[in-house]
């Protein structure tokens, strides 16, 4: 096959790559949005808190962007995340994000599944945190996972990197 052949298969290639990435709400910088059907749909929905919170929104704090954006979580970068851990019935542990620490992660789509799946912790089991509110130094990772419909499923999962900090309320 000549080299018109592999022209074609080069950008039938990447039509399905930008499909991929426009259908799941990847971007080649970041994550934009969660994917309808949520690895943890399952768990209990919540909506945010009608508490409000100590200080505004931003619980006191500064905003990486304007009060009406939202962002995601990027792969491979750090953060300090607050929030309570969560244990499903199969014993995986998530992260349920406190929107009020962290008012730019409050996008539709995650004040819908506020939860990110927890990886292994650096001592112990997230049992011993079951429930409890924890501040935890993260690193993100991402996976796009197949499914029938062709979309995808945007997998965001959390690993430790140091022991949570239990938060008294």
């Not at 009608?50 to 500064?62: F, K, Q």
């Amino acid at each position: 096959m000549g080299s018109g052949g592999n022209i074609m298969k080069t950008t039938q290639w990447i039509l399905v790559l930008a499909g991929t990435f426009f259908l799941t709400g990847a971007t080649w910088t970041g994550l934009t949005r969660e994917p309808a059907a949520a690895p943890v749909e399952t768990l209990v929905r919540r909506q945010l808190r009608s508490v409000p919170c100590p200080g505004g929104l931003s619980g006191g704090g500064a905003l990486p962007f304007g009060p009406n954006q939202t962002a995601e979580l990027a792969d491979g970068e750090l953060y300090q995340l607050k929030g309570w851990v969560r244990i499903r019935g199969s014993g995986s542990a998530y992260l349920e994000i406190d929107f009020c620490a962290h008012p730019w992660l409050a996008s539709a789509q995650r004040r819908a599944a506020p939860y990110y799946l927890l990886g292994q912790p650096v001592y112990g089991t997230w049992i011993n945190w079951k429930d409890r509110k924890i501040e935890l130094a993260v690193r993100p990772h991402t996976e796009i996972l197949a499914s029938d419909d062709f979309r995808g499923r945007l997998l965001i999962w959390l690993e430790s990197l140091q022991m949570p900090t239990y938060i008294r309320n």
